[in-house]
């Protein structure tokens, strides 16, 4: 299925009425939608047209107000001027049922089930058949199996969610919203914690709903993702609409700058890459782990990291390389194997001993081990320096400011509000608030697990650059990603991951690509 | 009615929203509202006379009657924001008494200083450990504190039987009287100590870093620990003193009716004490704490007990009576309730977020 352009294609101007792709109506049409908070103005006259079988993407970096679309959509925010059509009927959604019940559907960004209910009570929950008043468990389990056979998900609708990998879980939460009859899906970040294999199964599930006249509104930062599956964009930009633009009309060299308002030099920037003409592998290493493991976590394996050198871990989700992280920050204890930090052995019993050791550690998890969402930003940023001194040597206000103010300036943190809330912001400005807490405690490694999921480009080319300074300046970093690009860019030596093993190492060069990445995870490291 | 109860000052109209808008707004609302019942009732409730250098009256009875609970509500307060609670309190209540009046009556001289001093600390250090053991089943055991001292509520009063050897113990003491009937500067000892220690804890939080990293924990313990928050310490911590305090709490119990009893003393207090910190504001979720909020609720509460009497309120219907003033209390500060009662100035801004919380569109 190709599209057509749809008439004023790539202007600024709102879209034109009528028809779209394959002259049909759009079943989502939504004009000059404005959303205010106090004091911000989230949304200024967006317009968003969706048509029945197609994939929409809808681009914007962090804090664009793709979030705040999608809720105005689902009903989640009111609107504060602008109109919304389903189907031609203006609507008027008070509260998330109403979408739903209009045949908006939503899957969120992380996966929001019930884990310990069963497949089949998740997929049906709140839509079970009932016999004399009662839940016929029977037939839902049936009407569930349904709905995963439409998916081309095999799995028992009996076993508990929790039991499945984070894809499996997230092609339930489709299979759930599909069993209202969904004219129009929206999936927010559907792939973030995907691995390849897992977002083609995934696609091939948008595509058979997208054929069935399923209206998709697609939102992702993986550019490349959004170039395989969408057919037409909407891009946003601080909460305007910059134009709406057929997938196979714009490069993505001009998709970028759109995004960002800004041209090829920011694009150059991201290209920023490690000074590999230094070799820091000399001396003792910074840190070297010896046949260290953890049973039913990661295999006993050997990781040296020298001081300014970045360390990239690379495999696929679930390879163990967040499990190598956890056991360098004492997060998880392991039960084999030495850690010498400096030649002196060292024991990293919690993340408090290795906080002590000046180990740092970001984990991947960002809302559930990073942020504490009801603490202001300030007191996030300080956090760890505050947990160093101990309770009773509270921060004097001055120096709290003092290192507030830099990081802030320094990450470009946005809103520059030290007040606000942390989890008031967005995803990747929460990121570099949690880089600026590690960083105030001035460590001497740097444990970062997929620092840049989930966050829009510009960020991550702050990020990456960060860690690239860094190592210039002699921190030592580890760098989990699952971009094999981020990776290759910013280690001096790689360590490649494969079923909770470490299968290789390699020093990086101009000559190493991501294929020999690809190979090494393949083969196992055996070649 | 001219020279009431301390009330937020209606600061100029241009700041009636910021002091609508404070969290303590409508809780010490709730509490001139009672003092207003009991003043239009009895139009001498809030007169305070002094009698032989003692304050009397009404809000010094109040003063007084809080006490326990002020204690007791003060370690829930930290407890609760670390997403935990203790229901052991109204049984460590108990031992406390129990320890301290069985010490006393054995010993040959019940009325010395030194006799009492012994006693207290005693008992003290007993509710210290029985604390550290509460600490120790949730912050290092890992067993959910509801079930935790769940354990101590039931078994702690059959510990303070087993002291008092199933008798009422009963003792003459003047130097513990003191403790809970006594006066000093024309104030009760118990109000001087609870409020003394009250103010002392509300310092150490929030001068100290200890406010803060018992919210992180509250918070997120996960990310907390990730970010080098010795959470296991501070959980233990906030247990251990919830123990001391409630022992203290006892102590002044025992000491107003120079009796201990196993199987009355503190009953229910467990459920006072939540209910003041929730009047209070502090969420039983755990995080963000309000210390001024409990001690707005204790009061709250210490008043409505009196109103009751005051009222001439039968003692039959007495319950029904404490839950509609608690509905009506918790109905005011529910940010949904207030939604659904306020005009909507603008279109749809009362849609609310699935959470139910009033903050989703709040951008500070």
């Not at chain 1, 919304?84 to 089930?113: C, D, H, K, M």
């Not at chain 1, 069993?179 to 691995?195: F, G, H, N, R």
């Not at chain 1, 696929?316 to 190598?324: D, P």
Request: hydrophobic letters at 50%.
């Amino acid at each position: 299925m190709t599209s057509t352009p749809a008439g004023s294609v790539g202007t600024e101007q709102g879209p034109e009425r009528g028809a779209g792709p394959g002259g049909r109506a759009p079943v989502v049409e939504m004009t000059g939608i404005s959303v205010e908070f106090p004091g911000v103005k989230a949304l200024d006259g967006v317009d968003l047209r969706l048509y029945p079988g197609e994939v929409h993407a809808l681009m914007g970096e962090n804090g664009a107000g793709k979030s705040t679309l999608i809720k105005a959509l689902t009903g989640v925010y009111g609107i504060d001027d602008g109109e919304i059509r389903v189907g031609g009927t203006p609507l008027e959604f008070s509260w998330p049922g109403a979408a739903q019940a209009a045949g908006i559907a939503t899957v969120y960004q992380e996966v929001n089930l019930c884990a310990n209910l069963t497949v089949a009570e998740n997929i049906m929950l709140g839509n079970e058949p009932r016999r004399l008043g009662a839940i016929d468990w029977r037939a839902t389990r049936r009407l569930a199996a349904g709905h995963l056979a439409t998916m081309g998900l095999d799995i028992d609708p009996a076993s508990s969610l929790g039991a499945h990998s984070i894809a499996v879980q997230q092609l339930v939460a489709i299979s759930r919203a599909m069993v209202v009859d969904a004219k129009v899906l929206i999936l927010d970040e559907p792939t973030s914690s995907l691995d390849a294999d897992e977002v083609a199964r995934l696609f091939a599930v948008v595509r058979r709903l997208r054929d069935q006249g399923v209206a998709i509104l697609f939102v992702s930062h993986f550019i490349e993702q959004v170039y395989e599956i969408s057919d037409r964009m909407t891009v946003l930009r601080n909460g305007a609409r910059v134009g709406e633009y057929p997938t196979a009309e714009i490069t993505r060299a001009e998709l970028v700058s759109r995004m960002i308002g800004r041209t090829m030099e920011v694009l150059e920037d991201l290209q920023v890459r490690t000074d590999r003409a230094v070799d820091p592998t000399e001396g003792t290493p910074f840190l070297r782990a010896v046949g260290l493991g953890r049973r039913g976590s990661v295999e006993p394996f050997d990781l040296d990291v020298y001081q300014g050198e970045v360390v990239g871990l690379a495999g696929l989700l679930g390879s163990g390389r967040t499990e190598v992280a956890r056991l360098l920050a004492g997060a998880d204890r392991a039960d084999a194997g030495a850690v010498r930090i400096k030649g002196a052995p060292a024991r990293l019993r919690n993340p408090r001993a290795a906080i002590d050791r000046d180990i740092a550690f970001s984990s991947e998890d960002r809302k559930l081990e990073g942020v504490v969402g009801d603490l202001t930003v300030r007191e996030n940023i300080v956090l760890g320096l505050q947990a160093e001194r101990g309770w009773l040597r509270r921060l004097p206000g001055r120096q709290v400011d003092e290192i507030v103010d830099r990081y802030v300036a320094a990450l470009n943190v946005r809103p520059a509000d030290p007040d606000a809330l942390l989890r008031n912001l967005s995803g990747g400005n929460q990121q570099k608030v949690l880089l600026a807490r590690w960083l105030a405690t001035a460590p001497e490694l740097l444990i970062l697990d997929e620092p840049t999921r989930g966050i829009d480009v510009g960020a991550k080319a702050e990020i990456q650059r960060l860690v690239a300074d860094l190592a210039a300046r002699g921190m030592s970093v580890v760098f989990i990603s699952a971009e094999l690009e981020e990776v290759l860019r910013l280690s001096h030596r790689i360590a490649v991951m494969r079923d909770r093993q470490k299968v290789a190492e390699l020093t990086n060069s101009d000559d190493v690509g991501v294929d020999d990445i690809v190979e090494l995870i393949a083969s196992g490291g055996d070649r | 009615m001219s020279a009431t109860a301390p009330t937020p000052a209606p600061a100029a109209s241009g700041r009636l929203g910021a002091v609508v808008r404070h969290r303590l707004f409508w809780p010490v609302t709730a509490l001139v509202a009672l003092l207003v019942v009991n003043t239009v009732s009895r139009p001498s409730f809030l007169s305070v006379s002094v009698l032989d250098g003692h304050l009397y009256g009404s809000p010094v009875d109040i003063l007084r009657n809080c006490a326990p609970l002020m204690l007791v509500a003060l370690g829930m307060t930290l407890v609760i924001a670390t997403r935990g609670i203790d229901l052991s309190v109204g049984a460590v209540v108990a031992i406390a008494g129990a320890v301290a009046l069985s010490f006393i009556a054995t010993s040959p001289d019940p009325g010395s200083p030194a006799t009492v001093l012994v006693a207290v600390g005693l008992a003290l250090g007993l509710s210290l450990v029985l604390g550290v053991w509460n600490g120790f089943l949730v912050a290092v055991v890992g067993v959910q504190p509801i079930i935790a001292t769940l354990i101590l509520m039931t078994a702690g009063r059959g510990i303070a039987m087993l002291i008092t050897q199933g008798q009422i113990t009963t003792v003459t003491s003047a130097p513990f009287k003191t403790l809970g009937a006594g006066f000093w500067l024309g104030l009760p000892v118990a109000t001087l100590i609870a409020f003394g220690v009250f103010g002392l804890v509300a310092l150490l939080t929030r001068r100290t870093a200890l406010g803060v990293l018992v919210e992180a924990v509250g918070i997120n313990p996960s990310a907390s620990r990730l970010a080098g928050v010795r959470a296991r310490t501070i959980v233990w911590t906030v247990f251990a003193l919830s123990g001391l305090f409630s022992g203290l709490a006892g102590l002044i119990l025992a000491s107003n009716v120079m009796a201990a009893d196993a199987n009355n003393a503190g009953l229910f207090i467990e459920l006072d004490a939540i209910l003041a910190v929730v009047i209070g504001g502090t969420s039983l979720a755990g995080g963000k704490f309000s210390l001024s909020g409990t001690f707005v609720g204790v009061l709250i509460i210490a008043t409505l007990s009196l109103t009751v009497v005051n009222l001439g309120i039968s003692p039959l219907v007495t319950p029904l009576f404490k839950a509609l003033v608690v509905v009506a209390v918790t109905l005011v500060q529910s940010p949904v309730a207030r939604r659904k009662l306020a005009a909507r100035p603008r279109r749809r801004t009362s849609s609310g977020s699935p959470s139910g919380s009033s903050t989703s569109k709040a951008v500070a």
